[in-house]
């Protein structure tokens, strides 16, 4: 080849060099702004599930980038399978997935009834109280099919008393819902759809197809040199050169889009990158009308108020019987009274806070409810005094000390997803390996929350985080079996439109059911946020109501403390 041939090959080589970082450049600076939708297509995040055919199942589940993080055992993998078909809801009957408004769940038209058998009904503490709920379209028509999501509560003001109700689905527009009756005097029947069937179809598909609808990024700098990129747990490969943040030691995977000018080595920061918007149609969107299909009260066809009399002989045995019962507590004058023969005190000055806390470690690991525990035990015991004032406010981490009396109280966030304002890299780190640096022992109290930022991905997700933590928990048990670990639960929250498409009532749910699961069988305390906050007369709330925040810390000292004594459960 001459050597003018080879001066057109290299200046052509150059000119496509010069293009390709052009590009690269424009996609990087169109990042650095909090776009409304992700730069890329989502088809290929979700691939099918590689699991084994000979695990019993009752649906094919596909999984969010299986191909990352660890790989699971046999008996992980029967597990997960397990999992998800506790959690099957009923799917719409075929044809029916282009449904008009009209035709869909219409909570003012539906209707509950008290049931009864009896010319003159009576009710006595210790029975159980059935309700049966019709649920009718946009037309009064009666539904043919279940799926809808309802939440129930007998309550009476008057005695400061509630307790959640267990929803039974008959897959035919009914629905039965159970009462345990635990305080005497009136009670008052509360029934609310929060969801129809047709809305949940929607959460499904989004829940598994559309992960990306919350998504994330991270500054990455240099000297005067800054570029914003998306990250995710998972990211389309072919959309340019990924970093790879896996977690070494639990396989939890994260990945950012590389910068254009940088190394992966700059990253310096994590926060949300925004919500991807048009992500329904405008027909499903209005099944998502606040204060007409989400979170609305059902209306009684008679009377929704029964009166209660005392228990009779043969009732008393089940009233502490929460099995039978399929609650974990009720509230009465206003105070939450667990079932099971657990007795709970109340912890209403500093000063019997401090004397139960005195010579206690307690570490806190979560989302921003679990935040609120170490918010309230800050508030209410003057000589616990926080270390480290210059940390995000939301994000922390945070500690407290009481030198007085040797108390130490730490909380930190969970690691990646996290919907959160710009946290340093340094200070996101998985319960998992937090827990394994925890000496623990009788005076060690471990407390996690963490369920709120994994409602946009699909459940194998949030079952792989739980596992990791369940392991490292085990972990902890073992070395040191006196550390008491109290797990709370997920809780549900204010809904309205645009919140119910990233964090609904119905995709919590799936979420408690599997956490409830997965520390069934471990030597844990758990505190029933669902049913505590179901139960209250106050408004749903992501965040709960301070009330009810000191019920839960206080249900927390009351394991650390029966009667002045270590109580390990």
């Not at 049931?115 to 037309?139: A, H, N």
């Not at 396989?251 to 080595?265: A, D, Q, V």
Request: with cysteine.
């Amino acid at each position: 080849m001459s050597l003018k041939v080879w001066k057109y090959v290299l200046i052509i080589l150059i000119l496509l060099g010069i293009i390709f970082l052009v590009h690269n450049f424009t996609i990087g600076k169109n990042w650095k702004t909090n776009v409304v939708s992700p730069p890329y297509d989502n088809r290929n995040w979700n691939r099918s599930s590689n699991l084994s055919k000979s695990l019993p199942t009752l649906h094919h589940y596909r999984t969010f980038c299986p191909h990352l993080g660890k790989p699971s055992s046999p008996e992980e993998e029967l597990e997960e399978r397990s999992l998800l078909n506790s959690i099957t809801w009923p799917q719409l009957p075929s044809g029916l997935a282009s449904l008009n408004l009209v035709q869909t769940s219409d909570p003012a038209h539906s209707l509950f009834t008290i049931e009864t058998s009896k010319i003159k009904p009576s009710w006595y503490v210790g029975d159980q109280l059935e309700v049966r709920v019709q649920l009718r379209d946009f037309k009064g028509r009666p539904k043919r099919y279940g799926g809808d999501l309802l939440l129930a509560k007998l309550h009476s003001p008057k005695y400061r008393a509630g307790v959640a109700g267990q929803v039974l689905d008959h897959k035919n527009g009914l629905y039965s819902v159970l009462f345990p009756l635990l305080w005497e005097g009136s009670a008052k029947v509360n029934i609310m759809m929060v969801h129809s069937s047709e809305a949940i179809a929607v959460l499904r598909r989004l829940r598994d197809y559309r992960p990306d609808r919350v998504y994330f990024s991270s500054f990455f700098r240099r000297g005067n040199h800054s570029e914003r990129m998306i990250c995710n747990m998972c990211l389309p490969p072919d959309k340019g050169p990924l970093c790879n943040y896996t977690d070494l030691h639990t396989g939890e995977p994260w990945f950012c889009h590389k910068p254009t000018l940088l190394s992966c080595e700059t990253r310096i920061n994590h926060l949300t990158g925004g919500y991807t918007q048009g992500i329904i149609t405008k027909k499903e969107a209005l099944l998502f009308q606040s204060g007409k299909n989400v979170k609305v009260t059902i209306h009684a066809s008679k009377t929704d108020t029964i009166n209660v009399l005392p228990p009779k002989k043969e009732n008393v045995s089940q009233i502490q019987d929460p099995v039978k019962l399929a609650t974990s507590g009720y509230y009465y004058q206003g105070l939450w009274r667990p079932l099971g023969g657990f007795s709970m005190h109340q912890f209403n000055n500093a000063s019997a806070i401090t004397q139960c806390l005195t010579n206690k470690l307690v570490y806190m690991y979560g989302d921003s409810t679990m935040r609120q525990w170490f918010e309230y035990l800050v508030s209410v015991l003057p000589n616990l005094k926080k270390v480290n004032l210059e940390n995000p406010k939301k994000s922390g981490p945070f500690m407290a000390v009481d030198s007085t009396h040797n108390i130490l109280v730490q909380y930190r966030f969970h690691g990646t997803p996290v919907r959160i304002q710009p946290v340093l890299i340094s200070e996101l780190r998985y319960i998992a390996n937090e827990l394994d640096g925890v000496t623990g022992g009788h005076n060690t109290v471990v407390t996690i929350g963490i369920w709120a930022h994994f409602a946009t991905f699909p459940v194998e997700v949030y079952i792989n985080r739980l596992r990791h933590i369940r392991k490292a928990v085990v972990r902890l048990l073992d070395r040191a079996p006196k550390t008491l670990v109290v797990v709370r639960t997920a809780n549900p929250q204010a809904l309205k439109q645009k919140i119910s498409l990233y964090k609904s009532d119905w995709l919590t749910l799936q979420q408690d059911i599997v956490l409830r699961t997965m520390f069934k069988d471990l030597n844990v305390i758990l505190v029933d946020a669902w049913q505590m906050v179901l139960a209250h007369h106050e408004p749903h709330n992501l965040h709960p109501s301070r009330v009810i925040v000191k019920t839960m810390v206080d249900m927390m000292l009351s394991y650390i403390c029966q009667d002045g004594t270590r109580n390990n459960v």
